[in-house]
Protein backbone atom coordinates (compact mmCIF):
# COMPACT_ATOMS: atom_id res chain seq x y z
CA UNK A 1 0.00 0.00 0.00
CA UNK A 2 0.87 4.02 -0.03
CA UNK A 3 1.63 5.86 2.76
CA UNK A 4 2.75 9.50 3.31
CA UNK A 5 5.70 9.79 5.39
CA UNK A 6 8.55 12.33 6.22
CA UNK A 7 11.87 11.72 7.51
CA UNK A 8 12.67 14.93 9.49
CA UNK A 9 11.01 18.07 11.04
CA UNK A 10 9.50 19.97 8.21
CA UNK A 11 9.24 17.87 6.24
CA UNK A 12 9.36 17.27 2.95
CA UNK A 13 6.44 14.17 2.69
CA UNK A 14 6.63 11.85 0.50
CA UNK A 15 5.13 8.47 -0.43
CA UNK A 16 6.51 4.96 0.14
CA UNK A 17 5.33 1.76 -0.37
CA UNK A 18 4.47 -0.05 3.13
CA UNK A 19 2.75 -3.66 4.18
CA UNK A 20 -0.82 -3.12 4.76
CA UNK A 21 -1.12 -3.28 8.75
CA UNK A 22 -2.51 -6.39 10.34
CA UNK A 23 -5.09 -5.20 13.27
CA UNK A 24 -4.74 -5.99 16.56
CA UNK A 25 -7.06 -6.67 19.62
CA UNK A 26 -9.72 -3.85 19.38
CA UNK A 27 -8.80 -2.49 16.27
CA UNK A 28 -10.52 -2.11 12.94
CA UNK A 29 -8.22 -1.86 9.52
CA UNK A 30 -10.00 0.37 7.74
CA UNK A 31 -9.55 0.65 3.45
CA UNK A 32 -9.38 4.71 3.27
CA UNK A 33 -11.75 6.67 1.17
CA UNK A 34 -11.01 9.81 2.59
CA UNK A 35 -8.37 11.63 5.05
CA UNK A 36 -9.24 14.95 6.88
CA UNK A 37 -6.08 17.19 6.99
CA UNK A 38 -6.14 18.98 10.26
CA UNK A 39 -3.97 21.65 11.96
CA UNK A 40 -2.47 19.99 14.83
CA UNK A 41 -1.16 17.46 12.61
CA UNK A 42 0.36 19.79 10.31
CA UNK A 43 1.98 21.59 13.18
CA UNK A 44 3.53 17.80 13.93
CA UNK A 45 5.30 18.17 10.87
CA UNK A 46 6.69 21.76 11.67
CA UNK A 47 7.04 21.30 15.43
CA UNK A 48 7.61 17.39 16.41
CA UNK A 49 11.79 16.82 17.23
CA UNK A 50 11.27 13.85 15.68
CA UNK A 51 8.98 12.84 12.69
CA UNK A 52 5.53 11.05 14.08
CA UNK A 53 2.86 9.14 12.25
CA UNK A 54 0.74 11.40 10.06
CA UNK A 55 -2.48 10.52 11.97
CA UNK A 56 -5.99 11.79 11.98
CA UNK A 57 -9.51 11.51 10.49
CA UNK A 58 -10.20 8.38 8.43
CA UNK A 59 -13.35 7.69 6.47
CA UNK A 60 -13.45 3.85 4.80
CA UNK A 61 -14.64 0.42 4.98
CA UNK A 62 -13.83 -2.32 7.02
CA UNK A 63 -11.01 -4.47 5.64
CA UNK A 64 -10.37 -6.45 8.36
CA UNK A 65 -11.62 -6.91 12.33
CA UNK A 66 -9.27 -7.68 15.00
CA UNK A 67 -9.37 -9.88 18.04
CA UNK A 68 -12.52 -8.66 20.57
CA UNK A 69 -13.64 -5.92 18.28
CA UNK A 70 -17.30 -6.33 18.16
CA UNK A 71 -18.95 -3.49 16.91
CA UNK A 72 -18.27 -3.69 13.23
CA UNK A 73 -17.86 -6.30 10.69
CA UNK A 74 -15.87 -6.09 7.01
CA UNK A 75 -17.42 -4.08 4.43
CA UNK A 76 -19.04 -1.51 7.30
CA UNK A 77 -18.60 1.99 6.44
CA UNK A 78 -16.40 4.24 9.84
CA UNK A 79 -15.05 7.18 10.30
CA UNK A 80 -13.01 7.83 13.05
CA UNK A 81 -9.84 9.19 14.58
CA UNK A 82 -6.57 7.24 13.61
CA UNK A 83 -3.39 7.49 16.24
CA UNK A 84 -0.94 5.57 14.33
CA UNK A 85 -0.29 6.15 10.54
CA UNK A 86 -3.77 7.57 8.58
CA UNK A 87 -2.39 9.26 5.39
CA UNK A 88 -2.61 5.88 3.64
CA UNK A 89 -4.56 3.06 1.55
CA UNK A 90 -5.05 1.28 4.88
CA UNK A 91 -4.81 2.41 8.29
CA UNK A 92 -5.65 1.10 11.59
CA UNK A 93 -8.79 2.31 14.08
CA UNK A 94 -9.37 1.47 17.62
CA UNK A 95 -12.62 0.45 17.78
CA UNK A 96 -13.43 2.57 20.51
CA UNK A 97 -12.86 5.62 18.15
CA UNK A 98 -14.94 4.36 15.17
CA UNK A 99 -18.68 5.48 14.68
CA UNK A 100 -20.97 4.27 11.70
CA UNK A 101 -21.38 6.63 8.57
CA UNK A 102 -25.37 7.30 7.40
CA UNK A 103 -26.15 5.81 4.15
CA UNK A 104 -27.19 9.70 3.22
CA UNK A 105 -23.43 10.30 3.64
CA UNK A 106 -19.98 10.38 1.89
CA UNK A 107 -16.51 9.83 3.09
CA UNK A 108 -15.84 13.27 2.57
CA UNK A 109 -18.91 14.53 4.62
CA UNK A 110 -17.87 12.20 7.30
CA UNK A 111 -14.16 13.13 7.77
CA UNK A 112 -15.61 17.09 7.21
CA UNK A 113 -18.53 16.56 9.85
CA UNK A 114 -17.55 14.46 12.47
CA UNK A 115 -14.17 15.26 13.98
CA UNK A 116 -14.50 18.87 13.27
CA UNK A 117 -18.06 18.78 14.52
CA UNK A 118 -17.37 17.35 17.58
CA UNK A 119 -14.87 19.55 18.56
CA UNK A 120 -16.85 22.62 17.36
CA UNK A 121 -19.62 21.26 19.39
CA UNK A 122 -17.60 20.23 22.55
CA UNK A 123 -16.58 24.09 22.01
CA UNK A 124 -19.79 25.38 22.39
CA UNK A 125 -21.58 22.98 25.27
CA UNK A 126 -18.34 24.57 27.30
CA UNK A 127 -19.18 28.17 26.78
CA UNK A 128 -22.91 27.42 28.08
CA UNK A 129 -24.90 29.30 25.38
CA UNK A 130 -28.15 30.83 26.39
CA UNK A 131 -30.29 31.41 23.45
CA UNK A 132 -29.78 34.72 22.41
CA UNK A 133 -26.94 35.48 23.56
CA UNK A 134 -24.08 37.00 21.57
CA UNK A 135 -20.89 34.59 20.02
CA UNK A 136 -17.60 35.41 18.49
CA UNK A 137 -15.69 32.14 16.29
CA UNK A 138 -12.36 32.81 15.40
CA UNK A 139 -10.61 30.91 12.95
CA UNK A 140 -14.16 31.18 11.60
CA UNK A 141 -13.62 29.58 7.69
CA UNK A 142 -11.57 26.40 9.48
CA UNK A 143 -12.91 23.13 9.32
CA UNK A 144 -14.13 23.50 12.79
CA UNK A 145 -14.56 26.98 12.64
CA UNK A 146 -16.64 27.29 10.15
CA UNK A 147 -19.03 24.48 11.73
CA UNK A 148 -19.58 26.46 15.13
CA UNK A 149 -20.89 29.31 13.14
CA UNK A 150 -23.11 27.37 11.82
CA UNK A 151 -23.92 25.45 15.42
CA UNK A 152 -23.78 28.63 16.67
CA UNK A 153 -26.90 30.19 14.87
CA UNK A 154 -28.69 26.68 15.45
CA UNK A 155 -28.60 26.79 19.03
CA UNK A 156 -30.12 30.32 18.83
CA UNK A 157 -27.59 32.79 19.16
CA UNK A 158 -28.58 36.42 18.60
CA UNK A 159 -25.59 37.55 17.09
CA UNK A 160 -22.56 35.46 15.51
CA UNK A 161 -19.48 36.89 14.65
CA UNK A 162 -16.96 35.39 12.78
CA UNK A 163 -13.01 36.49 13.15
CA UNK A 164 -10.90 35.64 10.31
CA UNK A 165 -7.11 35.86 9.09
CA UNK A 166 -7.62 37.42 5.68
CA UNK A 167 -11.01 39.89 4.53
CA UNK A 168 -11.48 37.64 1.38
CA UNK A 169 -12.79 35.03 3.73
CA UNK A 170 -15.43 37.27 4.78
CA UNK A 171 -18.23 36.31 2.20
CA UNK A 172 -17.89 32.56 2.82
CA UNK A 173 -18.70 32.81 6.83
CA UNK A 174 -21.74 35.35 6.10
CA UNK A 175 -23.13 32.75 4.39
CA UNK A 176 -22.79 30.60 6.96
CA UNK A 177 -25.05 32.53 9.32
CA UNK A 178 -22.53 34.90 10.74
CA UNK A 179 -24.29 38.89 11.22
CA UNK A 180 -20.59 40.30 11.09
CA UNK A 181 -16.91 39.34 10.55
CA UNK A 182 -13.93 40.85 11.67
CA UNK A 183 -10.25 40.21 10.82
CA UNK A 184 -7.64 39.33 13.43
CA UNK A 185 -5.61 43.20 12.30
CA UNK A 186 -8.48 45.44 13.16
CA UNK A 187 -8.25 47.78 16.17
CA UNK A 188 -11.87 46.20 17.61
CA UNK A 189 -14.50 43.77 17.30
CA UNK A 190 -17.18 45.34 17.09
CA UNK A 191 -20.06 45.49 20.13
CA UNK A 192 -19.21 43.21 22.97
CA UNK A 193 -20.28 39.25 22.91
CA UNK A 194 -21.21 37.16 25.90
CA UNK A 195 -18.80 33.65 24.43
CA UNK A 196 -16.30 33.53 22.63
CA UNK A 197 -14.52 30.02 20.80
CA UNK A 198 -11.09 30.51 20.22
CA UNK A 199 -9.35 28.01 17.80
CA UNK A 200 -6.42 30.31 17.26
CA UNK A 201 -4.37 31.02 21.20
CA UNK A 202 -1.23 32.89 20.91
CA UNK A 203 -1.39 36.97 20.65
CA UNK A 204 -4.86 36.44 19.42
CA UNK A 205 -6.18 35.75 23.44
CA UNK A 206 -5.88 39.35 24.80
CA UNK A 207 -8.17 40.56 21.96
CA UNK A 208 -10.38 37.67 22.17
CA UNK A 209 -10.67 38.42 25.63
CA UNK A 210 -11.16 41.43 25.13
CA UNK A 211 -14.28 41.01 22.91
CA UNK A 212 -16.07 39.36 26.15
CA UNK A 213 -18.66 41.46 28.04
CA UNK A 214 -18.52 41.46 31.89
CA UNK A 215 -19.06 38.13 32.76
CA UNK A 216 -18.54 36.71 29.26
CA UNK A 217 -16.74 33.31 28.39
CA UNK A 218 -14.06 32.05 26.32
CA UNK A 219 -13.60 28.77 25.23
CA UNK A 220 -9.88 27.95 24.49
CA UNK A 221 -9.54 24.75 21.73
CA UNK A 222 -6.40 25.53 19.72
CA UNK A 223 -3.15 24.02 20.08
CA UNK A 224 -1.59 27.47 19.77
CA UNK A 225 -1.08 27.86 23.48
CA UNK A 226 -0.34 31.32 25.00
CA UNK A 227 -1.20 33.43 28.27
CA UNK A 228 -3.64 35.30 29.96
CA UNK A 229 -3.29 37.84 32.44
CA UNK A 230 -5.49 37.06 35.73
CA UNK A 231 -6.00 40.96 36.21
CA UNK A 232 -7.95 40.59 32.64
CA UNK A 233 -10.52 38.05 34.09
CA UNK A 234 -10.69 39.90 37.10
CA UNK A 235 -11.76 43.65 35.86
CA UNK A 236 -14.41 41.76 33.68
CA UNK A 237 -15.34 39.01 35.79
CA UNK A 238 -14.80 36.78 33.13
CA UNK A 239 -13.67 33.19 32.28
CA UNK A 240 -11.72 31.11 30.24
CA UNK A 241 -12.33 27.26 29.92
CA UNK A 242 -10.38 25.28 28.37
CA UNK A 243 -11.61 22.06 26.11
CA UNK A 244 -10.27 19.03 24.77
CA UNK A 245 -12.02 16.74 22.45
CA UNK A 246 -9.85 13.70 23.17
CA UNK A 247 -10.08 13.56 26.72
CA UNK A 248 -14.08 13.42 26.01
CA UNK A 249 -13.58 10.83 23.97
CA UNK A 250 -11.41 9.10 26.75
CA UNK A 251 -13.31 9.42 29.81
CA UNK A 252 -16.95 9.94 28.35
CA UNK A 253 -17.85 8.30 26.09
CA UNK A 254 -21.36 8.02 26.10
CA UNK A 255 -21.71 12.19 25.79
CA UNK A 256 -19.23 11.46 22.86
CA UNK A 257 -21.53 8.84 21.09
CA UNK A 258 -24.38 11.76 22.03
CA UNK A 259 -22.76 14.34 20.42
CA UNK A 260 -22.06 12.45 17.53
CA UNK A 261 -25.53 11.39 17.19
CA UNK A 262 -26.72 14.96 17.03
CA UNK A 263 -24.34 15.90 14.45
CA UNK A 264 -25.65 13.10 11.63
CA UNK A 265 -29.03 14.05 13.01
CA UNK A 266 -28.60 17.78 12.19
CA UNK A 267 -27.00 16.88 8.95
CA UNK A 268 -29.86 14.73 7.87
CA UNK A 269 -32.06 18.12 8.27
CA UNK A 270 -29.61 20.24 6.46
CA UNK A 271 -29.01 22.25 8.87
CA UNK A 272 -25.51 21.60 9.28
CA UNK A 273 -23.92 20.55 6.07
CA UNK A 274 -19.63 20.52 6.33
CA UNK A 275 -18.12 22.70 3.32
CA UNK A 276 -15.15 21.18 1.89
CA UNK A 277 -12.25 24.07 0.96
CA UNK A 278 -10.25 21.14 -1.46
CA UNK A 279 -9.70 17.50 -2.19
CA UNK A 280 -6.46 16.24 -2.65
CA UNK A 281 -4.68 12.82 -4.13
CA UNK A 282 -2.42 11.36 -1.21
CA UNK A 283 0.49 12.36 -3.76
CA UNK A 284 -0.64 15.99 -2.90
CA UNK A 285 -0.15 15.77 0.86
CA UNK A 286 2.38 18.61 0.43
CA UNK A 287 0.34 20.52 -1.26
CA UNK A 288 -3.10 20.10 1.19
CA UNK A 289 -0.45 20.89 3.87
CA UNK A 290 0.30 24.25 2.38
CA UNK A 291 -3.66 24.81 2.32
CA UNK A 292 -3.30 24.86 5.99
CA UNK A 293 -0.41 26.57 6.65
CA UNK A 294 -1.25 29.62 4.12
CA UNK A 295 -4.58 30.04 6.06
CA UNK A 296 -6.27 30.12 2.59
CA UNK A 297 -8.42 27.36 3.29
CA UNK A 298 -12.36 27.94 3.59
CA UNK A 299 -14.14 24.49 5.17
CA UNK A 300 -12.05 20.71 5.40
CA UNK A 301 -9.49 19.73 3.59
CA UNK A 302 -9.51 16.54 2.00
CA UNK A 303 -7.08 13.77 0.87
CA UNK A 304 -8.49 10.41 -1.30
CA UNK A 305 -6.28 7.83 -1.67
Known sequence: MR???????????????????????????????????????VRKVTEAPEPVPLGGEIAGRVAAVGEGAARFRTGDRVTGLCFGHGYADYALLHEAMASPIPDTATATDAVALVRSGLVALGALEAARPERGEAALITAAASGVGHLAVRLARAR????????????????????????DVVTYREGGWGAP?????????????????????????????????????????????????????????????????????????????????????GEFGLEEAAEAHAAIESRVNRGKVVLHP
Open 3 to 41: RVRYESPGGPLFLEQAPVPEPGPGELLVHCEAIGVTLPV
Open 193 to 277: VDYVLDAVGGDLLTPALAALAPGGRLVAYSSGGGTIQAYDLLVGAKSVVGFQMGRIAREEPELYERWRKELWELFAEGVLKPAVH
Open 156 to 179: GAGRVVGAVSDPAKADFVRSLGAD
